[in-house]
């Protein structure tokens, strides 16, 4: 068994954040929302369909891929940051952004 006390939820969200920006060119920023156990991301794609509510794809650990622990990660369009992010995770005043794609 992997002791998790290793790794780091804060590395292993920036490598995850990193990752799906450079295959995916249509995110602009990815947030981070600390938690001590799960790898918390909002990523922000102004060419998703309009949405009412921050919903997240949650996925378990990929320990092939480097991740060590469970993930939720939910896409957004930029005017959507005025929505609550998910029950239980901090709030956008907390959150860190981690990705930013500078324009052209």
Do not use: Q
């Amino acid at each position: 068994m992997i002791d998790r006390l290793e790794f780091s939820v804060e590395d292993e969200a920036k490598s995850l954040a990193f990752s799906n920006a450079e295959a995916d060119s249509d995110i602009t920023e990815i947030w981070w929302f600390p938690d001590k156990d799960e790898i918390r991301l909002i990523e922000v794609d102004p060419k998703l369909p309009v949405s009412k509510e921050i919903l997240p794809y949650r996925f378990s650990p990929d320990i092939s891929e480097g991740i060590h622990f469970k993930s939720a990660i939910a896409l957004i369009r930029p005017d959507e940051k005025r929505l609550a992010p998910p029950e239980n995770w901090v709030g956008w005043d907390e959150a860190k952004e981690i990705f930013h794609r500078s324009e052209g």
